[in-house]
Nanobody, 127 residues
Framework: QVQLVESGGGLVQAGGSLRLSCAASGQTSSNYVKAWFRQAPGKEREFVAAISWSAISTYYADSVKGRFTVSRDNAKNTVYLQMNSLKPEDTAVYYC????????????????????WGQGTQVTVSS
């Protein structure tokens, strides 16, 4: 089992920045694909970004490309999401996910592609 705990959410004005962190514990997950998803009120959970276990490969949703950066520190069992130039439409609960899946863009973009999830952290961007 892998436990994931997100932190770093909060309230920020449009144009501002936040950095989310996701700390993993339990069985080793340094070789897992890790990702960030988000869910706004009344909407389905959507993919934001993913990173391969080696950090060589990353993938972003078009809506955040160029503004968000995903990274990881396997020594600390932590994955990060740096969010810059935030917009009100980025307001959502952000979830961290992990899975020992291979790097397959048909899988990593899907909620069903991940076995482990955190509890989420709220990000609110005011206009």
């Amino acid at each position: 089992q892998v436990q994931l705990v997100e932190s770093g959410g909060g309230l920020v004005q449009a144009g501002g920045s936040l950095r989310l962190s996701c700390a993993a514990s339990g069985q080793t997950s340094s070789n897992y694909v890790k990702a960030w998803f988000r869910q706004a009120p009344g909407k389905e959970r959507e993919f934001v970004a993913a990173i391969s276990w080696s950090a060589i490969s990353t993938y972003y949703a078009d809506s955040v490309k160029g503004r968000f950066t995903v990274s990881r520190d396997n020594a600390k069992n932590t994955v990060y999401l740096q969010m810059n130039s935030l917009k009100p439409e980025d307001t959502a609960v952000y979830y961290c996910a992990a899975d020992p899946t291979s790097w397959d863009t048909k899988v990593i973009l899907s909620v069903s592609g991940y076995a482990y999830w955190g509890q989420g952290t709220q990000v609110t961007v005011s206009s």
